[in-house]
């Protein structure tokens, strides 16, 4: 959906915890430049068996359009939230720093 509206203008980080929902793919609608800024300004951490890691499926890393993602050593998206929550909030910390 960010693709599709101009959201630079309004929002200073995205920050996603992902047990096995699948991966949303950001489309450049209207901004050519916001797959560079959403993986610049996002973090995606994702379960340690989410399908992304699947080398059978996805040979390569993540793409940009996807944003910035980290695979964490977790599985449930209570136990990835826990894991890799320090980490997210230093994120959160430096991305409203600059603003």
Same mark, same amino acid.
């Given at each position: ?23 949303? =793919?950001?489309? #450049? ?5 916001? $797959?560079?800024?959403?993986?610049? @300004? %996002? +973090? ?14 996805? =040979?390569?890393? #993540? ?5 910035? $993602?980290?695979?964490?050593?977790? @599985? %449930? +998206? ?5 894991e890799r929550f ?14």
């Open positions: 959906m960010a693709g599709h509206r101009e959201i630079r203008n309004h929002t200073d980080a995205i920050l996603c915890f992902i047990g096995n929902t699948s991966l949303k =793919p950001i489309v #450049p609608v209207i901004d050519e430049y916001v $797959v560079d800024w959403f993986y610049k @300004s %996002s +973090l995606v951490f994702t379960s340690a068996e989410h399908v992304a890691w699947d080398v059978g499926i996805n =040979p390569k890393r #993540p793409r940009k359009k996807f944003g910035r $993602v980290l695979k964490a050593d977790s @599985s %449930s +998206l209570h136990d990835i939230t826990e320090q980490e997210a909030v230093e994120f959160l910390e430096d991305m409203l720093e600059d603003v």
